[in-house]
């Protein structure tokens, strides 16, 4: 599996951004960087690890699809 990205915005300001990509010994890593509702710097959340890229690729689904009843607009 290849890097992939998805942002969160809204207002035109980033709120969160998941990072998915390979790890170590076939495992697949989803970082997450999260703006503070006060501002600021995004705060870096995990790694997450998954044993399947299957299982990465639904995790930031969900995530994204959270994001998107917040009204973030996901890319």
């Known amino acids: 599996m290849a890097e992939f990205i998805r942002d969160a915005t809204r207002e035109g300001r ?14 697949t890593i ?11 710097e995004p705060l870096r959340r995990g790694p997450y690890r998954f044993t399947t890229a ?6 930031v689904q ?4 959270a994001l ?3 009204g973030c607009v996901v890319t």
Request: aromatic fraction near 14%; charge should be negative; proline fraction near 3%.
């Open 62 to 65: 969900e995530a994204t699809l």
């Open 54 to 59: 299957h299982e990465a690729f639904h995790f």
């Open 14 to 27: 980033l709120i969160a951004r998941l990072r998915c990509y390979d790890g170590e010994a076939g495992a």
């Open 30 to 40: 989803v970082d997450a960087y999260v703006a503070p509702a006060s501002g600021g």
């Open 68 to 70: 998107q009843y917040l």
